[in-house]
């Protein structure tokens, strides 16, 4: 999961300024990016079986 959602940050351009595998990345994008990576993210894991949390600093 951890590689799929590098992926799918790196793919949607974002600046990622810090990654602490496997459980913590911290980026700066637009809230429709956020959704955009989320969405993706879903197709290929169900929400069953994982989740993604995105927080504001």
């Known amino acids: 999961m951890w590689l799929q959602l590098i992926k799918l940050v790196i793919s949607a351009d974002c600046d990622v300024s810090e990654i602490v595998p496997p459980h913590q990345?911290?980026?700066?994008?637009?809230?429709?990016?956020?959704?955009?990576?989320?969405?993706?993210?879903?197709?290929?894991?169900?929400?069953?079986?994982?989740?993604?949390?995105?927080?504001?600093?």
């Open 25 to 57: 990345l911290t980026l700066s994008t637009s809230e429709k990016n956020l959704q955009r990576i989320q969405s993706d993210f879903y197709q290929f894991f169900s929400q069953k079986n994982a989740a993604l949390v995105f927080s504001r600093e």
